[in-house]
């Protein structure tokens, strides 16, 4: 019986962010704060042989999830009152895991974060880029 040590992937979650017309507009972010809410992480079975060895066999695994996402911000009025705009943002990857467990195995991915940032483009505007690794192994 084979050993499952696990595998990971990096994705990239990019995209513009826009403060809803109900609050008002941004001067600067303070801070962001970002969890990842996991929905959906199943193996999948194939019927491919992994390229580079052709004695081993390719499952895949299906991510699906959602960034949830907010920004703190000095809003652009005269008090300069802090302010917080919430997001939820979905992802889903699609991971080749060779020689991995067989479909049905239970699986745990642990979202970390490698890399964010976050830019005020003007007003209502927040351009961003979160680099995740998604480390998918069996309990």
């Known amino acids: 019986m084979p050993t499952f040590t696990g595998i990971y992937q990096e994705i990239a979650i990019d995209h513009q962010l826009v403060i809803p017309e109900i609050k008002p507009p941004a001067e600067c972010i303070l801070d962001v704060i970002i969890n990842f809410d996991i929905t959906k992480a ?6 491919l042989l992994y390229p580079e060895d052709p004695n081993l066999e390719l499952q895949k695994v299906l991510v699906v999830g959602t960034a949830k996402i907010i920004v ?4 652009d009025v005269p008090d300069q009152q802090v302010h917080a705009a919430h ?16 479909q049905g195995t239970p699986i745990c991915v642990e979202p970390v974060i490698e890399k964010s940032r976050f830019c005020l483009i003007d007003g209502r505007h927040i351009f961003k880029i979160i680099v995740v690794r998604l480390d998918i192994y069996t309990p």
């Open 72 to 75: 703190k911000y000095a809003a």
């Open 87 to 102: 997001f939820d943002v979905p992802f889903h990857a699609l991971i080749e895991w060779p020689d991995g467990p067989p």
């Open 42 to 47: 199943v193996v999948i079975d194939t019927p």
